[in-house]
């Protein structure tokens, strides 16, 4: 089975910071990921599909970007409702999940 | 709108048995896989399986054999898991999810808002 290892675990930062959070493949997924984000209590939220496209509705300060075994989300200026748990997916497999937080 | 509406909580004793409904609205039931996510305390998101809709076949991932069962009413359109002789470690909450990704490019564009099983004595 493929694993799927996200890093950090856990990201301080502040309002208007570009972040970036890593998603590794334990082989090759050629291009099929997807990303999304979990705000506490809330069910999960597609941000990002096919590693780079944006799933209708969600802000153009995030972009996906990699191929293979390698890819990142970046969040170009943090906003206050971006603090959250942001989780990589390949097929059915999730990534461990990555908190942002409030630095 | 499309929209997943998931049934309310549910406190069981262990050892009986829970079933989590997933009423899909704004689009065919049939048109689109559900997929169960579990979510323990704490603790990431756990992809369990997925019914094909269209045929009715279930999946299931390892670790949710036996106990876990999916089905489908598309009379009403609505998806079911159902988990029998409950455990304390299946106390968790509980999402379904439609697919609209092609094989195993598996994108979850839409979520029922989650349904907390809590398991006790």
């Known amino acids: 089975d493929i694993q799927m290892t996200q890093s950090p675990s856990t990201l301080s930062a502040s309002v208007g910071d570009r972040v970036t959070i890593t998603c590794r493949a334990s082989?090759?997924?050629?291009?099929?990921l997807a990303w999304y984000q979990q705000r506490p209590g809330k069910a999960p939220n597609l941000l990002i599909y096919?590693?780079?496209s944006l799933e209708s509705g969600v802000p153009s300060r995030f972009s996906g970007s990699g191929s293979g075994t390698e890819f990142t989300l970046t969040i170009s200026s943090l906003q206050p409702d971006d603090f959250a748990t942001y989780y990589c997916q390949h097929s059915w497999t999730f990534g461990q999940g990555t908190k942002v937080e409030i630095k | 709108q499309v929209q997943l509406v998931q049934s309310g909580s549910e406190l069981k004793k262990p050892g009986a048995s829970v079933t989590v409904s997933c009423k899909a609205s704004g689009y065919t039931l049939t048109s689109h896989a559900i997929n169960w996510v579990r979510q323990a305390p704490g603790q990431g998101l756990e992809w369990m399986g997925w019914?094909?809709?269209?045929?009715?076949?279930?999946t299931y991932a390892q670790g949710f054999t036996g106990r876990f069962v999916f089905s489908l009413d598309t009379s009403v359109s609505t998806a079911f898991l159902q988990i029998s002789s409950l455990k304390a470690e299946d106390a968790a909450v509980y999402y379904c999810a439609r697919d609209v990704g092609v094989g195993d490019a598996v994108t979850l564009d839409t979520w029922g808002q989650g349904t907390l099983v809590t398991v006790s004595s």
């Open positions: 082989q090759s997924i050629s291009t099929r």
């Open positions: 096919k590693t780079s």
């Open positions: 019914i094909n809709t269209y045929t009715g076949n279930p």
